[in-house]
């Protein structure tokens, strides 16, 4: 029961273009959702998230769109940077603080 | 700021053992809680600690055990271990009642069962 989906495993785009992640989601009744980044041998790093009733959170290049008709997130960030590669996961979070992620993607930014 | 640690880094048990991993806290956080990410895989909860009391839990079987001490850090504790179980376990604080839902990761502690 995959409540949280990444369904691109990569993702490659040139420095200094837009990078866009997503994510779709099953339950409706999450009350935030969260972008991390994570690089090897580290932990998740805390990116950005948005509130169930928002659409839109913007830090930096950092952008996060919610569409809850749809189900589904998306992280934007412009313009990507080659420190930007790393593996990218979504997490929605239930009442009760319990975070529940998708697979993650991996970005890769290329000179 | 002292972000969260976590101990050991990396650990090697056998099959049928028990081991304990610890979690420090973010300092001014109050609610501790533990995920397994297996290799290629998104981070799954454990459990959550706040008030040295168990407040969630994922599905994980009773020999996944933790505690919560009055500093606010934490053990995982795992019993008769599974060569399933080798995995990254993090750990990650928040700040429980202040309206924020993120969570700040450690590390991580890497265990390989054999």
């Known amino acids: 029961d995959q409540q949280v989906k990444q369904n691109s495993p990569s993702l490659s785009v040139q420095e200094g273009r837009i990078s866009i992640l997503n994510c779709d989601y099953t339950?409706?009744?999450?009350?935030?959702f969260l972008w991390y980044k994570k690089y090897p041998a580290e932990g998740p790093t805390f990116l950005i998230s948005i509130s169930s009733i928002k659409d839109k959170n913007e830090d930096g290049r950092f952008t996060v769109f919610l569409n809850k008709s749809a189900k589904h997130l998306s992280l934007h960030i412009v313009p990507s940077q080659p420190g930007d590669s790393a593996v990218y996961f979504c997490?929605?979070?239930?009442?009760?603080?319990?975070?529940?992620f998708g697979q993650g993607t991996e970005l890769s930014v290329k000179p | 700021e002292t972000g969260v640690t976590q101990s050991p880094t990396h650990l090697i048990k056998t099959r049928g053992q028990q081991v304990t991993l610890r979690c420090s806290s973010q300092?001014?956080?109050?609610?501790v809680s533990w995920y397994q990410q297996a290799l290629g895989q998104g981070p799954q909860f454990i459990f959550q600690?706040?008030?040295?009391?168990?407040?969630g839990r994922g599905n994980f079987p009773p020999r996944f055990s933790g505690l919560q001490f009055p500093n606010y850090s934490s053990e995982l504790n795992v019993n008769a271990l599974e060569l399933d179980d080798s995995a990254l376990y993090l750990c990650a604080s928040s700040k429980r009642g202040q309206g924020t839902y993120e969570q700040y990761f450690g590390p991580g502690t890497r265990l390989t069962v054999t």
């Open positions: 339950n409706s009744m999450f009350d935030y």
């Open positions: 600690y706040y008030r040295e009391e168990e407040n």
């Open positions: 300092s001014g956080h109050n609610t």
């Open positions: 997490a929605a979070e239930n009442q009760g603080g319990k975070l529940i």
